[in-house]
T-cell receptor
Framework: KNEVEQSPQNLTAQEGEFITINCSYS?????LHWLQQHPGGGIVSLFM???GKKKHGRLIATINIQEKHSSLHITASHPRDSAVYIC??????????FGAGTRLTVKP | NAGVMQNPRHLVRRRGQEARLRCSPM?????VYWYRQLPEEGLKFMVY????????ESGMPKERFSAEFPKEGPSILRIQQVVRGDSAAYFC????????????FGPGTRLTVL
């Protein structure tokens, strides 16, 4: 079993829909990260969480430490949100262990 | 303030050759992480370095792979005698220190082994 499990693997949405991507992990962590990888391959760090909730624009990330679960929400989705979203957990050395990613496609 | 830089962006090697991948961290960052993304697979941790020290190399293959981060200059990931299975995207990320878990990623080097 992977240390970091994401769901769904693939997600297709219509523009404007509310999107949720889930992440569960099975190890102790120092922080949880949500990353975005665009079709060109570049990786952008969206959020780093150790507790609670963070919001940036239309993106919201939450984490429940007791349940070892995090969610990434996108409100009012747009085609430019199409990307692979990756959940990663940071260990003692802050080295990241990654989920397999969720491929999001937002159709106009 | 330039971000994390990696070069080359694309590298083609024949089987048996050596590949050298370079990573210049963000200014003021002294910690570098290397990750590998095999085709159609997720990212995997390889090695964590501080200036002149390897902190954790548990994700790096024992043979043919080595990494360094000298006092001066970029971090280097070196792959000797490359094989087709080494074809992947190699990303580095940097952070200012161990107490700062946020990492900033470079654009990656895409290695193709013919």
């Amino acid at each position: 079993k992977n240390e970091v499990e994401q769901s769904p693997q693939n997600l297709t949405a219509q523009e404007g829909e509310f999107i949720t991507i889930n992440c569960s992990y099975s190890v102790g962590i120092s922080a949880l990260h949500w990353l975005q990888q665009h079709p060109g391959g570049g990786i952008v760090s969206l959020f780093m969480l150790s507790s609670g909730k963070k919001k940036h624009g239309r993106l919201i990330a939450t984490i429940n430490i007791q349940e070892k679960h995090s969610s990434l929400h996108i409100t009012a989705s747009h085609p430019r949100d199409s990307a692979v979203y990756i959940c990663a957990v940071g260990g003692d050395n802050n080295d990241m262990r990654f989920g397999a990613g969720t491929r999001l496609t937002v159709k106009p | 303030n330039a971000g994390v830089m990696q070069n080359p962006r694309h590298l083609v090697r024949r089987r048996g050759q050596e590949a050298r991948l370079r990573c210049s961290p963000m200014k003021g960052h002294s910690h570098v992480y290397w990750y590998r993304q095999l085709p159609e697979e997720g990212l995997k941790f390889m090695v964590y370095l501080q200036k002149e020290n390897i902190i954790d190399e548990s994700g790096m293959p024992k043979e043919r792979f080595s990494a360094e981060f000298p006092k001066e200059g970029p971090s280097i990931l070196r792959i000797q005698q490359v094989v087709r299975g080494d074809s992947a995207a190699y990303f580095c990320a940097s952070s200012p220190n161990r107490d700062s878990p946020q990492q900033f990623f470079g654009p990656g080097t895409r290695l193709t082994v013919l």
